[in-house]
C-alpha cells in the first residue's frame, strides 16, 4: 500500500502510525517527496487536497475543535461564518494564524494521533461558542449520527453551566438540526409537543395535543 492510500479516509496521517505499519523513516521520506504529499510539523502527513482547517491544525500542533470540527464530523451546521476554529495546548507560545483558537482543557483526554478533537470536547466548546439553541441542535445531532449517547453525555463532569443544561436537555428522537430548533423554541414558550408518534401507521414529527400534527422538513 503506498502513502497515498494509507491517508483515506481522513486526508492525512501521523507519521509514527506508518512507522508502526512498517514503513522505514528513509522509505518513507522518498515516498512521501515521489507521491506529492506534504509533512507539517515533521509529523504529519498530509494529501494537498485535505480541508483547510486538517492543514492548520496539523502545522499548529493543534487539533480541529468547536463547530468546525462538527461540520467536518458530519453534524448539524449553525452556518457560522468565521475562521476555523483550533485548538491548542492551554500553556502554548505558538498560535494558528487564520483560525479562531481555544486553549482550554478538554474534558476528555485527546488522541496524540488525530487532527479532531474527541467529540465530548468538540460539545463542550460548541456549549460556549454557539447560541443555546444552535448548539442544542449540534449536540443532538451528534447523539442522532451516533457519535454519543444521551447516556453518556450524562455521565461527563461538564465544566460549564451551559454545557450541563444541554447534557440534561439533549434528546435523541430530533431527525434534523431544525427538529431541535423548533422542539427548543415550543418548550421555551411552554407548549409540549411529542415527537416521533405513530398515527394510523404513519410516523409523524410531533404531535401537539390530541389532534395537531407537525411534519417539519427543509435544508
Not at 57 to 72: F, I, K, P
Not at 103 to 120: K, T
Not at 195 to 217: P, Y
Request: charged share 20%; hydrophobic share 40%; net charge positive.
Amino acid at each position: 500500500m503506498s502513502v497515498r492510500d494509507s491517508l483515506l479516509p481522513h486526508g492525512y496521517i501521523h507519521r509514527h502510525d506508518l512507522i508502526d505499519r512498517g514503513w522505514r523513516p528513509d522509505a518513507l521520506r522518498a515516498a512521501v517527496r515521489a507521491e506529492g504529499l506534504v509533512t507539517l510539523r515533521r509529523q504529519w502527513i498530509v494529501h494537498p487536497s485535505t480541508p483547510v482547517p486538517l492543514r492548520l491544525a496539523a502545522a499548529s500542533g493543534g487539533r480541529v475543535t468547536c463547530v468546525t470540527a462538527a461540520v467536518t464530523l458530519g453534524l448539524w451546521d449553525p452556518k457560522t461564518a468565521g475562521d476555523p476554529h483550533i485548538v491548542l495546548p492551554p500553556h502554548s507560545g505558538s498560535g494558528c494564524g487564520g483560525a479562531r483558537v481555544h486553549r482550554s482543557f478538554g474534558v476528555v483526554a485527546s488522541p496524540p494521533r488525530r487532527l479532531i478533537d474527541p467529540i465530548e470536547n468538540v460539545l463542550a466548546r460548541v456549549a460556549t461558542c454557539l447560541p443555546l439553541e444552535d448548539a442544542l441542535a449540534v449536540w443532538e445531532s451528534a447523539v442522532k449520527k451516533g457519535l454519543t449517547t444521551t447516556h453518556h453525555l450524562s455521565t461527563i463532569a461538564w465544566r460549564g453551566s451551559r454545557a450541563r443544561e444541554l447534557a440534561a436537555s439533549t434528546g435523541r428522537l430530533s431527525d434534523s438540526g431544525l427538529e431541535s430548533l423548533f422542539t427548543h423554541r415550543l418548550r421555551v414558550a411552554g407548549i409540549v409537543m411529542r415527537q416521533q408518534v405513530w398515527i394510523a401507521g404513519h410516523n409523524v414529527d410531533g404531535l401537539i395535543g390530541a389532534r395537531l400534527v407537525v411534519q417539519i422538513d427543509g435544508f
